[in-house]
């Protein structure tokens, strides 16, 4: 295969799956990682991919892109369903657990709906919906709708949740820099992800790997903040290494 083939082939894979990895591509292509990662930094230079720690992501993947939850959960299916069965074992009959909006914690909403005790608090108005009919107590926050992410944000929100006390806080993210911290694209919905760690006894945070190395907008909090992480295993290493050192469990999936 020439250069420009591959190229044009990875390209064309990291538009399709959202991400790619340097070593998935060098046994796809059968060559090297370092020619791989020649090209993605030729496809970076270009402005066709964004170059990541271990990988590349779209070029459109930006500090400000705000996917739809529509299309959020298009990507890595299987990998979120894994997370979200994790994320389940970890709750118990009789606790009261926060879920934010998103892909990943609306599959973990379906994963808990097996339960028969359990008081889900959100400001998602899917996961909502996704537990109505259920055994389980379901306090929805109130607030500003936002139509990309079915999120309720703002003042209301916040007053809500600050007058509750949780067990456990599934914390979905947009990016993850694991010297930076959790981030979002949207500055409304950092201020009320913060307050749910703040009324949380443990705070998990939940994300495919396509979600380390990159930085949203908006800082919810620092990883220092963080008891817990539950992952797949495309996760970088040195970034699991770095929580790991830092005192933070981390499950793959």
């Known amino acids: 295969m020439l250069n420009e083939e591959r190229r044009r082939a990875i390209l064309e894979s990291v538009n399709r799956e959202g991400r790619v990895l ?8 059968d060559t090297s ?3 791989i990662r020649k090209d993605l930094e030729i496809l970076h230079a270009h402005g066709l991919v964004h170059r990541t720690h271990g990988g590349a992501l779209p070029s459109r993947e930006t500090a400000l892109a705000d996917p739809t939850l529509r299309e959020k959960e298009q990507l890595h299916r299987k990998e979120k369903h894994r997370i979200a069965q994790a ?9 009261v657990v926060v879920l934010d909006s998103g892909s990943t914690t609306t599959a973990i909403a379906r994963a808990l709906r097996r339960f028969h005790n359990l008081t889900v608090v959100t400001n998602s108005v899917n996961i909502a919906a996704e537990l109505a009919g259920t055994d389980l107590e379901v306090i929805l926050t109130g607030g500003t709708l936002r139509k990309n992410s079915f999120s309720l944000v703002g003042p209301i929100a916040e007053d809500t949740l600050r007058r509750l006390n949780a067990d456990i806080l599934f914390l979905g993210v947009d990016g993850f820099d694991v010297q930076y911290g959790l981030s979002t694209p949207n500055i409304l919905e950092a201020k009320v992800n913060r307050v749910m760690v ?16 990159r930085r949203s907008l908006s800082l919810i909090v620092p990883p220092s903040a963080l008891h817990r992480v539950i992952t ?4 970088p290493k040195s970034d699991v290494k770095k929580l790991q050192k830092a005192g933070i469990e981390v499950t793959l999936v």
């Open 232 to 235: 797949d295993r495309a996760a």
């Open 22 to 29: 340097v070593g998935e591509l060098a046994h796809q292509f």
């Open 198 to 213: 703040d009324v949380s006894k443990m705070v998990v945070a939940v994300c495919d790997a396509s979600k380390f190395g």
């Open 87 to 95: 994320a389940a074992a970890m709750a118990n009959e009789g606790q």
């Open 33 to 35: 990682e370092v020619t």
